[in-house]
């Protein structure tokens, strides 16, 4: 049974850190990535890790605030200097090679200003 589990979310204060683990079983992937859901807006995807080759790709709206990796089944996001528009569920996904075909349930993130 493949299962994706999310942890590290919570309440930080603007301009802090936090770092989200996902920890994937039951199969390997060639990639996972990670989404969010702000409050009334659609998931958005964050970025996404390459297991065979150790790299992750961004969208452009990312910049530097968002760093991926990965240690054995687990993949991490590290969010830096967090914004209140950061606060949302963070959702980690794994591909099958031909999409986003496992999700986890989300950890929650919020951010006071």
């Known amino acids: 049974q493949v299962q994706l589990v999310e942890s590290g979310g919570g309440l930080v204060q603007a301009g802090g850190s936090l770092r989200l683990s996902c920890a994937a079983s039951?199969?390997?992937?060639?990639?996972m990535g990670w989404f969010r859901q702000a409050p009334e807006k659609e998931r958005e995807f964050l970025g996404s890790?390459?297991?065979?080759?150790?790299v992750a790709n961004y969208p452009d709206f990312v910049k530097d605030r968002f760093t991926l990796s990965g240690d054995k089944n687990t993949i991490f996001l590290q969010i830096n200097t967090l914004k209140p528009e950061d606060t949302g569920v963070y959702f980690c996904?794994?591909?099958?090679?031909?999409?986003?075909?496992?999700w986890g349930q989300g950890t929650r993130v919020t951010v006071s200003s």
């Open positions: 996904a794994a591909s099958d090679g031909s999409g986003w075909a496992y």
């Open positions: 039951g199969r390997t992937f060639p990639g």
């Open positions: 890790f390459t297991w065979s080759t150790g």
